[in-house]
């Protein structure tokens, strides 16, 4: 079987494999995968399907996007992008709110400076939190103290 042109990515692999002290066949268990299959990648012989990289990913406790872009999945320009936005969506220190302005921020930010978002430019269908009624005037601060539930610290509602 002749080995695909899948980048370095089965070389790539073994590393973190190894580097997370994993036999081939903890990954593939962890990862929901065979070991056969697995030991293919490894060596080039197949091509995983972005699914089958996300698995792998998440076993071994690495980006997927990563090995998106070593498998030629994902453009490497776009790859910077998608870390930022998923850091941001993992930080726990912020609520979903603050997430979704912080994402606005850096989409502006990015068109600004004539980058188009890897999600679409302007995500046509969604809401932005002018639409949504935060900001001056408004009920609901944007930056006000909110409780564990959602709902805005120190006002009454109705």
């Not at 070389?11 to 066949?25: D, F, G, I, T, V």
């Not at 996300?54 to 406790?61: F, G, N, P, T």
């Not at 980058?115 to 302007?122: K, L, Q």
């Not at 269908?125 to 805005?152: F, N, Q």
Request: charged content about 25%.
């Amino acid at each position: 079987m002749a080995s695909l042109n899948v980048g370095n990515l089965g070389e790539y692999l073994r590393e973190q494999r190894r580097n997370a002290q994993l036999s081939l066949r903890q990954l593939a268990d962890a990862a929901g995968v065979s070991n056969p299959y697995l030991s293919q990648i490894e060596r080039g012989l197949r091509k995983p399907s972005a699914e089958v990289l996300q698995q792998v990913a998440k076993a071994l406790r690495i980006s997927a996007e990563t090995l998106y872009v070593r498998a030629g999945i994902l453009d490497e320009r776009d790859r910077d992008e998608l870390e930022t936005r998923a850091v941001i969506i993992a930080d726990p220190s912020m609520n979903e709110r603050q997430k979704a302005v912080l994402l606005q921020i850096y989409d502006s930010f990015r068109k600004e400076n004539g980058f188009e978002t890897a999600t679409g430019a302007a995500d046509p269908g969604a809401e932005s939190v002018a639409d949504k009624g935060s900001g001056p005037g408004s009920d609901t601060p944007v930056d006000g103290p909110r409780t564990a539930g959602g709902s805005d610290a120190g006002h009454n509602s109705p």
